[in-house]
């Protein structure tokens, strides 16, 4: 689904395999943001799949019908899903890789604080909501359950215009990305595998230094901070979107 009725994109998931001939033994999940689609990670999948490596996108739980579906859905929810997903490439495939925007990403390092991944690539994570939204959340959902979301940070107004999702903000869909929040921040540092942690410079939805913390508390031995100076929140479609392709086929194709 769009939010502009006159542009058409693919926003279903997907499953793309390598050529004949091509493949590697290693696929990866590729996992969108909260009120997302499967489109803000297809950018990645196409830069995987040509390096040999199965590209998997699914709609993360509650996600592709109505608002209400989705502020039906859990944090629970969200990692089960994707989580059925690794355990299925993993009896398929030597190698099972993650990449995730946004909440994908967040969900991308609760599965790896407990389940062998061979690595990460998290774009866009917000660890801590900025204010007030923490502190007013329980009053709004008092009175409202919903807000229409307002225009993307995308910097690209092309890529701005086309960019699909659902239109409105659940607001119980937030207080569950909090709760998850809090969940993955503790046992940062029992993620091992190796990651790559990207995020647009001019992000307003998940802060920079969100990034920054994340590649510092991290527990991986082995990892990379990758900013994007021309990017706001979905980089993987902003002006830095072919660079942030090419650096997550390189990261994951080097393992």
């Known amino acids: 689904m769009s939010d502009s009725p006159d542009v058409r994109v693919d926003d279903s998931p997907f499953d793309l395999v390598p050529e004949p001939g091509t493949a590697n033994g290693a696929a990866a ?17 196409h830069a995987l799949v040509a390096r040999g490596i199965r590209a998997r996108g699914i709609c993360m739980a509650g996600h592709g019908g109505s608002v209400e579906a989705l502020a039906a859905t859990t944090r629970f929810d969200w990692v089960e899903r994707a989580l059925a997903e690794v355990l299925t490439l993993r009896a398929e495939y030597e190698r099972v890789f993650l990449v995730g925007v946004s909440m994908g990403g967040l969900v991308s390092l609760r599965i790896a604080q407990s389940e062998p991944v061979d690595g990460l690539v998290v774009i866009g994570v917000p660890l801590v909501l900025a204010p007030p939204i923490p502190q007013i959340l329980p009053l709004l959902r008092l009175l409202i359950t919903s807000r229409k979301k307002r225009d993307s ?5 092309q890529a701005r215009a086309r960019h699909p999702g659902i239109p409105a903000m659940p607001f119980d869909s937030v207080q569950e990305l909090i709760r998850l929040q809090e969940e993955v921040i503790p046992d940062l540092g029992r993620v091992e595998a190796p990651i790559l942690v990207a995020h647009g410079e001019l992000d307003r939805t998940a802060r920079p230094r969100d990034a920054r913390r994340l590649y510092e ?3 991986s031995k082995e990892k990379e901070l990758f900013m994007l100076a021309r990017s706001g929140h979905v980089a993987t479609v902003d002006y830095d979107g072919s660079a942030l392709a090419t650096a997550a086929a390189d990261f994951i194709g080097r393992r």
Do not use: K
């Open 217 to 219: 508390e991290i527990g």
């Open 29 to 45: 999940l590729c996992l969108h943001g909260l009120t997302g689609t499967p489109y803000e990670v297809r950018p990645v999948a």
């Open 153 to 157: 940070d995308i910097q690209d107004p």
